[in-house]
């Protein structure tokens, strides 16, 4: 069965950054497009970025353009999300999830968490 196992999260300072890393299995990762979402307290699951199955096309939500970037290596089955200039408002619960959007399979999250 589908597998996402999250990491990297953690606290941070405003203008740090973090590296978040997801190892997927149970699937054949590399025809699926791979997507980070994040979900804060008391809110919905938001999208955050996507990318396709061969790394060719990378979309982000505006509210991430320009400080995160996307990734994600084949061979290893793994999909990162590189975030700079944190920000208060990127505290939130990220998600690794299958396809494009937010409705795949998802993993346990990891706590991202932007404080001073």
């Known amino acids: 069965q589908v597998q996402l196992v999250e990491s990297g999260g953690g606290l941070a300072q405003p203008g740090e950054s973090l590296r978040l890393s997801c190892a997927a299995s149970?699937?054949?990762?590399?025809?699926?497009?791979m997507t980070w979402a994040r979900q804060a307290p008391g809110k919905g699951l938001e999208w955050v970025s996507s990318i396709s199955d061969d790394r060719r096309h990378t979309y982000y939500a505006d509210s991430v353009k320009g400080r995160f970037t996307i990734s994600r290596d084949n061979a290893k089955k793994m999909v990162y999300l590189q975030m700079n200039s944190l920000k208060p408002e990127d505290t939130a619960l990220y998600y690794c999830?299958?396809?494009?959007?937010?409705?795949?399979?998802r993993g346990q999250g990891t706590q991202v968490t932007v404080s001073p």
């Open positions: 149970g699937f054949f990762f590399r025809t699926h497009a």
């Open positions: 999830v299958t396809g494009w959007g937010v409705s795949g399979s």
